[in-house]
T-cell receptor
């Protein structure tokens, strides 16, 4: 497995469910990111981790909870989501904050 | 703050036509500039980059030149193919922050 992988690729969940998105990077990078991509809206940066420490939280609602257990793995825990949270969630990694980011294929989330 | 502005789409071209997607930026200092491409159902892929003024990034027939005097990084390709249909994002990195443009959807018809 190479690059950045994300699982699952598709997820349908009810508003009362709890689920988690997983991201793994095989590039030896030190920074990891979560983005939200909604139709007809710009890419939104949600969270940034640098050397496993969260360095940025861009006013993301608490129903989204990130976790970075090590520099290769990043999770996004979801609970009591709203239909407007339906989107493509993209994970990315980079060698450091000054380097280009490499993206995973995304998880298409639908909240019913 | 820093920002990236790219031409609104969608852009529709016939196969073998010349492509230009305009991108301009606002930033203090000397940002690095990037173009990413997103094919349907996939994440963003790095297409090319340039890290200093007058650098030209190129990949898969696409080119972009870092123009500091006009704060631009326009994407060009001499002859597009149907397989180039995708959304293209211009981006910059400056002061540890990455900023993306809104994306330009390109459709190439046979």
């Amino acid at each position: 497995e190479t690059g950045v992988t994300q699982t699952p690729r598709h997820l349908v969940m009810g508003m009362t469910n709890k689920k988690s998105l997983k991201c793994e990077q095989h590039l030896g990078h030190n920074a990891m990111y979560w983005y939200k991509q909604s139709a007809k809206k710009p890419l939104e940066l949600m969270f940034v981790y640098n050397f496993k420490e969260q360095t940025e939280n861009n006013s993301v609602p608490s129903r989204f909870s990130p976790e970075c257990p090590n520099s290769s793995h990043l999770f996004l825990h979801l609970h009591t989501l709203q239909p407007e949270d339906s989107a493509l969630y993209l994970c990315a990694s980079s060698q450091d904050r000054l380097a280009e980011q490499y993206f995973g294929p995304g998880t298409r989330l639908t909240v019913t | 703050g820093d920002s990236v502005t790219q031409m609104e789409g969608p852009v529709t071209l016939s196969e073998e036509a010349f492509l230009t997607i305009n991108c301009t930026y606002t930033a203090t200092g000397y940002p690095s500039l990037f173009w990413y491409v997103q094919y349907p159902g996939e994440g963003l892929q790095l297409l090319l980059k340039a890290t200093k003024a007058d650098d030209k990034g190129s990949n898969k027939g696409f080119e972009a030149t870092y123009r500091k005097e006009t704060t631009s990084f326009h994407l060009e390709k001499g002859s597009v193919q149907v397989s180039d249909s995708a959304v293209y994002f211009c981006a910059l990195i400056n002061n540890n922050d990455m900023r993306f443009g809104a994306g330009t959807r390109l459709t190439v018809k046979p």
